[in-house]
T-cell receptor, first 117, second 107 residues
Framework: NAGVTQTPKFRVLKTGQSMTLLCAQDMNHEYMYWYRQDPGMGLRLIHYSVGEGTTAKGEVPDGYNVSRLKKQNFLLGLESAAPSQTSVYFC????????????????FGPGTRLTVL | RKEVEQDPGPFNVPEGATVAFNCTYSNSASQSFFWYRQDCRKEPKLLMSVYSSGNEDGRFTAQLNRASQYISLLIRDSKLSDSATYLCVVNMEKFYFGTGTSLTVIP
């Protein structure tokens, strides 16, 4: 199993450009998540999905859109990139939802390093 | 106030030392707790879950103190390979991540 994969690994954009980050998992997980990680901020949830065809906003959703057309894929889109979106983006998946008391973990992809000039 | 707070460190310790990290959480209703490890420029990976009674995995011991709302991670006999950032994670219907504590084990 490849686990969780992300493409691309690195990308440099100019302000105003658009792009899509792809996340794929082969563990048949229902739940998928997009996080961004910035120095001193920790991981922050952007959007998440509880199943194919469903998405929901996380802590910092502005400027991003997502789609989950297939169970194994979760796409993160930036319609008009801004320098504030320079970050490392991690995708994660889990078999069960993060209910209180659950000890199920999240599995992370290797990350995408995005720089917006 | 952040949901999860950690001392960012850095902690620089010699090989063989014992080191402990603490993490506090704000929501007393939190029920699941984890420690993740993140190597430089890599993704976070689960190190261990934290159970109410405390749990041990080799050189690593995790403790939970619900009354004071903190969890701890103790690493005994530190190895060079333990150098990483350790993230405290609390499940409150979503996963909330601390900013991480940096550990460097020195030869």
């Amino acid at each position: 199993n490849a686990g969780v994969t992300q493409t691309p690994k690195f990308r440099v954009l100019k302000t105003g450009q658009s792009m899509t980050l792809l996340c794929a998992q082969d563990m048949n997980h229902e739940y998928m998540y997009w996080y961004r990680q910035d120095p001193g901020m920790g991981l922050r949830l952007i959007h998440y999905s509880v199943g194919e065809g469903t998405t929901a906003k996380g802590e910092v959703p502005d400027g991003y859109n997502v789609s989950r057309l297939k169970k194994q894929n979760f796409l993160l889109g930036l319609e008009s990139a801004a320098p504030s979106q320079t970050s490392v983006y991690f995708c994660a998946s889990s078999y069960t939802p993060p209910r209180g008391g659950s000890t199920d973990t999240q599995y992370f992809g290797p990350g995408t390093r995005l720089t917006v000039l | 106030r952040k949901e999860v707070e950690q001392d960012p460190g850095p902690f620089n310790v010699p090989e063989g030392a014992t080191v402990a990290f603490n993490c506090t959480y704000s929501n007393s209703a939190s029920q699941s707790f984890f420690w993740y490890r993140q190597d430089c420029r890599k993704e976070p990976k689960l190190l261990m879950s934290v159970y109410s009674s405390g749990n041990e995995d080799g050189r690593f011991t995790a403790q939970l103190n619900r009354a004071s709302q903190y969890i701890s991670l103790l690493i005994r006999d530190s190895k060079l390979s333990d150098s990483a950032t350790y993230l405290c994670v609390v499940n409150m219907e979503k996963f909330y991540f601390g900013t991480g504590t940096s550990l460097t084990v020195i030869p």
